[in-house]
């Protein structure tokens, strides 16, 4: 049986399924205001059991149809990002993607590099035919980012997150099997 989640090497990168040792880094992760901008679904960590309890989630990434890789540099093994897929449905084969980045690696087509890649084995090894990605109007640079990659941005899904008190639209982009060009558009 193909492993849906495998490691995966690229020319600078490497990603693999995250585990406890990354507790540290997922703390820092999301506790950075930068990093956390934009993301509506959850309020930035304050505690190591925080980031241990988002590892926990990933765990076990073949049986629960969700996973997220630690993004890594190749020559240092430093951490930088994570990138995954959640709410697999497995019989209309869809997923939704993910991905943040830590804000001094910004602009040096790391994310572009790391999500060619899970896209790729999105579709070979999940058997996917579409992924679709959820991304806050204000978040101009990762819409700039999945347009280059070959998604199309299908409209608005209203107030999709409830945050502090507020709203929060997103665009909806989605990348289908037959659109897809190995590397990106």
Known sequence: MKQAFPTIETKRLTLVNTTADDARFILALYKDPLVCRYLYDEEP??????????????????????????????????????????QWDIVNHVAEIGYDLWHEEWGKGYMSEALTAAIDSGFRNMGLNRIQAFVALENTASCRLLERLGFEREGIFREKHF??????????????KKDWKKGGL
């Open 45 to 86: 960590f304050t505690s190591i059991d925080q980031a241990k309890e988002w590892i926990d989630w990933h765990e076990y990434p073949e049986d629960y149809g969700r996973n997220r890789w630690i993004i890594r540099k190749k020559e240092t093994a430093t951490p930088i990002g994570t990138c995954g897929f959640d």
């Open 163 to 176: 945050f502090q008190g507020e709203y929060y639209d997103h665009y909806i982009y989605s990348l289908l």
